[in-house]
């Protein structure tokens, strides 16, 4: 299903940790849509080796090393990519999430406060983080694109989602207030898109996952968007079909978000 939407294209894909992962998924999609790409993830996630098997997948993609809470990690990683690509990136995929008090199995009300700075910068500022880290180096050619994935958690309550809710909910505001500032500068378009839950490894952290993915998918009249989709999206997002696109939170989730009930649902509850 290749159009070569994103021909003369390249970009940088955070967050790939193995197959399952949506980053992994978009980062084959925007390969096979004629873009090149540099791979990055935090160098504990790299020591596992896949992502290797990924890179040769994607035409030997580099596969540079960045703790995405790690400014001279960031530098690092756009410097060499504007090295390797011999320019600017035209598009950034930040596809990064990490509770430390889900891991850890805290209930919201007892949160650990030094583990939630943790997560919060992980998994919500990092996309600040990697914004200023282009922006310094006017690593972002004008008219390009940035995407950082994130969940409905951030506007309505899903109790085991925990401190994600708040991560999420500070991501997308970092997306628009930064999306001013990158659109005025360089026309630089900044979106999250609000995915499905999807079966991945940060995914299956969540308690219950499997109730919550199929309550989801009953609550769709799509059903669940799936990780493939996601990349698809993503795709979209990255091509000039969508320059006037900005500061915006995207739902790709089969229609759940604006759901209120479902005939399926209705049958299950009973008389
Ligand atoms: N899976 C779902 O149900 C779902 C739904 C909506 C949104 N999302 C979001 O999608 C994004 C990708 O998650 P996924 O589901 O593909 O899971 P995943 O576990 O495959 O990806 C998460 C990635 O974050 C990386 N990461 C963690 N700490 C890091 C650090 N300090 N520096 C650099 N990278 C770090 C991990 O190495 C991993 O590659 C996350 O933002 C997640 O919250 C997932």
């Given at each position: 299903m290749a159009n070569q939407l994103l021909a003369g294209k390249c970009g940088i894909i955070f967050?790939?940790?193995?197959?399952?992962s949506i980053a992994w998924k978009t980062a084959l999609r925007c390969h096979e849509e004629g873009a090149k790409i540099v791979l990055t993830n935090a160098p504990v996630a790299l020591r596992m080796g896949e992502i290797n098997k990924l890179s040769a997948l994607c035409g030997q993609a580099p596969v540079i090393g960045a703790d995405v809470t790690n400014m001279d990690d960031l530098k690092n990683l756009f410097e060499q990519a504007i090295q390797h690509f011999g320019g600017p990136v035209d598009f950034v995929l930040h596809s990064i999430g990490m509770s430390l008090n889900v891991r850890k199995g805290k209930h919201y009300t007892e949160m650990n406060y030094e583990w939630n700075q943790k997560t919060l910068d992980i998994s919500a500022m990092s996309f600040h983080r990697v914004l200023r880290t282009a922006w310094d180096l006017d690593a972002i050619r004008e008219g390009g694109s940035v995407v950082a994935l994130s969940y409905i958690a951030a506007q309505r309550?899903?109790?085991?989602?925990n401190e994600m809710a708040d991560a999420k909910a500070l991501l997308e505001s970092v997306t628009r207030s930064f999306g001013y500032h990158y659109g005025v500068r360089r026309k630089v378009r900044i979106n999250t898109v609000s995915q499905?839950?999807?079966?991945?490894t940060a995914g299956s952290g969540v308690k219950g996952f499997d109730g919550f993915i199929n309550y989801a998918e009953a609550m769709s009249p799509l059903g669940n968007a799936t990780g493939e989709d996601c990349a698809n999206y993503c795709v979209t997002l990255f091509s000039?079909?969508?320059?006037?696109?900005?500061?915006q939170n995207l739902f790709h989730d089969g229609g759940f978000s604006f759901t209120g009930v479902t005939q399926s649902v209705i049958e299950k509850m009973g008389d």
């Open positions: 967050g790939a940790l193995d197959e399952k309550v899903f109790p085991d989602y499905s839950p999807t079966r991945t000039d079909l969508t320059r006037y696109v900005t500061m």
